[in-house]
């Protein structure tokens, strides 16, 4: 059974930093291109970032370039993702998400597995 844990979320002030991360288990790690999306309240989900099977050639939504970073440590089997600089619209619900195809991880229809999500909240 796969298991995608997320832990990190919380309340910060505008221009404060959050580190999430998801532990994986149940799938071979290193096969899996590795994400994040989020859903805000009231609004569509949306993809944030992802980061290939060998931790190379990251990409991101426009609005979260120089702000977010995404790592990963297949020895481990997690994913990072550290945010700096949040603003009041980066408050939502985090999903971390794995996916076979790293090419189609930028559609929900290209992920395989989700986690149950880390709810972010920044303050004005």
């Known amino acids: 059974q796969v298991q995608l844990v997320e832990s990190g979320g919380g309340l910060v002030q505008a221009g404060g930093s959050l580190r999430l991360s998801c532990v994986a288990s149940?799938?071979?790690?290193?096969?899996?291109?590795m994400g994040w999306y989020r859903q805000a309240p009231g609004k569509e989900r949306e993809f944030v970032v992802a980061?290939?099977?060998?931790?190379?050639?990251?990409y991101y939504t426009n609005s979260v370039k120089g702000r977010f970073t995404i790592s990963r440590d297949n020895a481990k089997k997690t994913v990072y993702l550290e945010m700096n600089n949040l603003q009041p619209e980066d408050t939502a619900v985090y999903y971390c998400?794995?996916?076979?195809?790293?090419?189609?991880?930028?559609?929900?229809?290209?992920?395989?597995?989700w986690g149950k999500g880390t709810l972010v909240t920044v303050s004005s």
């Open positions: 149940g799938l071979t790690f290193g096969n899996y291109g």
């Open positions: 998400v794995a996916a076979e195809d790293y090419g189609l991880m930028a559609y929900d229809y290209g992920i395989n597995y």
């Open positions: 980061i290939s099977y060998s931790g190379s050639t990251p």
